[in-house]
């Protein structure tokens, strides 16, 4: 591992924040001086201001700056991560949606900061359920992360145990109907409908232009990835969150994550303990 001098590490924390919106300290304050080495080594370069100069041209070329953020942000996410929020979705958002708009209109989900697929993947077991009862009702569910290495892993819909937290028995039995082909230590490879439900495609949070993708959402999942940004950040994500989201769709953040100190307009609601952050409908005019 090389020496590297800590105004030259600062120096890299500033252009992963300035593409990322990541603050550095908050992911890891430790080695992330040998990420940046193991990075120098892996891109073939020596000399630090030759990688710098690499990491500077990210707007025209961001694999280097990919794979620095894909070192040093925690990928860990498993199948229904806070269970409440999905309870909602299928107790609550959904009946309601289709009672209020009919079968006319797709449900437009996005997993933002998807990581490996987990999130969407049980977004799709959501909705599938749901059609299971009503075989009419239409689904759009959108995936996005900054880490193309997690959005390959999501695309081949595998995964370990330890995404499942030996919880799949269960989940199987709730939802009935199998997640996919699981081997003998536990992996499985999930199946072809369900793979086919969710679109996975490149999202930088930062770059609030390339949001607008969310536009029309009824559901927007953006949990513990806020906790990576700073407060300016936060709340600049949150107005857009608000402005694209329909009337009556929500937002789910992070169990540990809370709003930004503004009053937006969302509306907090507590399901069974879980939390929702909801733009109210418009009002009927008489
Ligand atoms: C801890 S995982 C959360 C996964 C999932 N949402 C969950 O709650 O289980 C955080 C993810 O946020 C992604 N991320 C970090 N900064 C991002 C950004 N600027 N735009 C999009 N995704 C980002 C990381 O690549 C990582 O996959």
New binding site residues.
């Given amino acids: 591992m090389i020496y590297i001098e800590k105004r030259k590490i600062d120096h890299i924390s500033r252009l992963v924040h300035d593409y990322?919106?990541?603050v550095v300290e908050r992911v890891t304050s430790r080695q992330v001086e040998k990420k940046i080495s193991d990075q120098m080594s892996r891109f073939k370069v020596s000399n630090l201001d030759d990688y710098i100069s690499i990491l500077e041209s990210f707007s025209h070329n961001p694999l280097a700056m990919d794979d620095l953020i894909a070192d040093l942000?925690?990928?860990?996410?498993f199948f229904f991560?806070n269970p409440g929020q999905f309870k909602y979705m299928l107790e609550v958002l959904l009946p309601e949606f289709f009672d209020r708009q009919g079968f006319q209109f797709p449900f437009r989900i996005w997993s933002a900061?998807?990581?490996r697929g987990?999130?969407a993947y049980s977004i799709a077991m959501v909705a599938r359920k749901f059609q299971n009862q009503f075989a009419e009702a239409r689904f759009s569910i959108n995936a996005?992360?900054?880490?193309s290495r997690?959005l390959q892993m999501a695309k081949e819909g595998v995964f370990c145990k330890r995404s499942l937290r030996d919880k799949l028995p269960e989940f199987e039995e709730f939802f009935g109907f199998s997640l996919g082909r699981c081997d003998e230590s536990g992996n499985c490879v999930v199946n072809e409908e369900l793979r086919k439900m969710i679109e996975f495609q490149r999202?930088?949070?930062?770059n609030l232009q390339s949001l607008k993708c969310l536009t029309g959402s009824d559901i927007i999942?953006c949990?513990?990835?806020l906790i990576?940004f700073d407060e300016h950040l936060r709340s600049l994500l949150f107005e857009d969150f608000f402005k694209y989201l329909n009337p009556g769709g929500v937002v789910f953040i992070?169990e540990s994550e809370c709003l930004p100190p503004l009053d937006i307009g969302f509306e907090t609601i507590n399901y069974k303990n879980s939390y929702a952050y909801r733009k109210p409908l418009l009002k009927q005019s008489k």
Avoid: W
Avoid at 73 to 77: K, N
Avoid at 144 to 147: A, F, K, L, V, Y
Avoid at 203 to 206: A, P, S, V, Y
């Fill in positions: 990322s919106g990541i942000t925690v990928s860990e996410s991560r900061g998807c990581s987990e999130e996005g992360d900054i880490n997690n999202l930088n949070l930062k999942f949990r513990n990835v990576y992070g």
